[in-house]
């Protein structure tokens, strides 16, 4: 890392003397709109709170719900995927784009296992105890209000990766547009990858609550786990090192700004885990 | 950290191999709060204590996190300021009408709350 940052020189990340303000017009712009997006928070949480202040008959008990060791995994897998993502930023103001890689490589599959802990969370919600978002008030605002956060989680994996693929864009242009298409397919094989690994997982955990063992997963889900395999040697193929890349220190603002938003999602997680979930446990009891 | 603290007060930010020991730092004592709020839940105190300390532990990875990972230590204070408005406006939403339904002329009323007497 240190001889990256030797040949960056004194780059001043923080600070932008070609704007008005100073400060980077991208980094103004996604400050700008995280400020608005805590509005919009503040009025999901206080709809979810005044409800649970003022609960109709037969709301269900959350405590009877909620599994707080799982949640409580997920919240840790957050914070560290925040982690990774702040190293990413680091690395990428030193143009160090192979550990900018791994970095983004590893935000996406932690927001990932987070987002699948979401999904199992929710199926395993309805299913096994019929909450819906119209099966209660408290069904609705606690949707509305995780959901929405899921969501976030989901489009900020998305901007991860097209922020990885683009870190593959050749610096040498005279081979036309040909790496769009690369990184198109790339995208897909990711895509693709993601929807098969969390469906075969999800499969794993349902067959193991089940009681069924790995031979059963294996011989109703083998061409899922296959095809996982298979992506994954195609996603290994997509990164194969093909000479200089269009990316380094200069897109470091770019990744930044994704930084910022990844940050915000785990922000907002910070207050919703103890609100939401750790809450219920004190209050209630 | 003592680096990190003293360029912080002049203005600059540390080299990125300093960054890099701050943010490894910051997350473990980010993880350690995660566990000490799990912990509190089932601790024998009295509910408003716990409340408090869950809030105080929330408030304090909430600030460390916007304040390191999203570099606003490092960078301009209008960044700060303009955060801070939308929070406090966030903010004041959320408390603003946990207060009104607070209120004893806000009790809900209807055939959903008839049982509860």
């Not at chain 1, 070609?18 to 980094?27: H, L, Q, V």
């Not at chain 1, 709109?33 to 805590?38: G, K």
């Not at chain 1, 990774?84 to 030193?94: D, E, G, I, K, R």
């Not at chain 1, 930084?259 to 103890?274: E, K, M, N």
């Amino acid at each position: 890392m240190s001889s990256h940052a030797a040949t960056a020189g004194p780059t001043d990340h923080h600070h932008d003397a070609s704007t008005s303000t100073g400060i980077p017009n991208k980094k103004l712009f996604m400050w700008g709109f995280l400020a608005s997006d805590c509005m919009f928070f503040g009025a999901l949480i206080a709809t979810h709170l005044i409800y649970r202040l003022h609960p109709p008959v037969g709301t269900p008990d959350p405590r009877d719900i909620f599994a707080i060791e799982l949640t409580s995994g997920s919240t840790f897998v957050l914070l560290m995927s925040s982690l990774l993502m702040a190293l990413a930023v680091n690395a990428c103001q030193q143009g160090n784009v192979a550990t900018t890689r791994k970095m983004l490589l590893g935000t996406i599959v932690f927001g990932l296992i987070f987002l699948g802990v979401q999904v199992y969370e929710f199926i395993h919600f309805v299913h096994a105890y019929g909450l819906t978002t119209s099966s209660s008030l408290f069904g609705s605002t606690f949707y509305t209000l995780t959901g929405t956060h899921g969501v976030h989680v989901a489009l900020g994996i998305l901007w991860l990766a097209l922020m990885y693929i683009r870190s593959f864009k050749p610096r040498d242009d005279s081979a036309g547009q040909g790496w769009i298409l690369r990184g198109f397919f790339h995208f897909l094989t990711f895509t693709a990858m993601v929807v098969l690994s969390l469906y075969t997982l999800l499969a794993l955990v349902h067959g193991y609550e089940a009681g069924n063992g790995l031979a059963y997963f294996f011989s109703n889900h083998f061409l899922a786990f296959f095809g996982c395999i298979a992506l994954l040697g195609g996603l290994i193929w997509f990164a194969k090192p093909r000479g200089p890349v269009d990316f380094g220190e200069a897109n470091a603002i770019d990744v930044e700004s994704m930084g910022l938003y990844w940050h915000f999602v785990d922000v907002v997680w910070i207050v919703i885990f103890p609100v939401v979930y750790l809450l219920e446990y004190v209050v209630l009891s | 950290m003592s680096d990190s603290a003293t360029t912080a007060s002049s203005g600059e930010a540390p080299a990125p191999e300093g960054k890099f020991h701050v943010f490894v730092q910051l997350a473990m004592v980010l993880a350690i709060i995660t566990g000490l709020e799990l912990l509190v839940v089932y601790m024998p105190l009295e509910n408003w204590l716990i409340i408090t300390l869950l809030m105080i532990m929330s408030a304090v990875k909430f600030v460390a996190v916007i304040w390191i990972f999203m570099h606003l230590k490092w960078d301009k204070r209008f960044v700060t300021v303009l955060f801070v408005i939308g929070m406090v406006v966030g903010g004041g939403t959320l408390w603003g009408l946990l207060l009104i339904f607070g209120a004893e002329h806000s009790t809900p009323v209807g055939p959903a709350y008839e049982e509860l007497g």
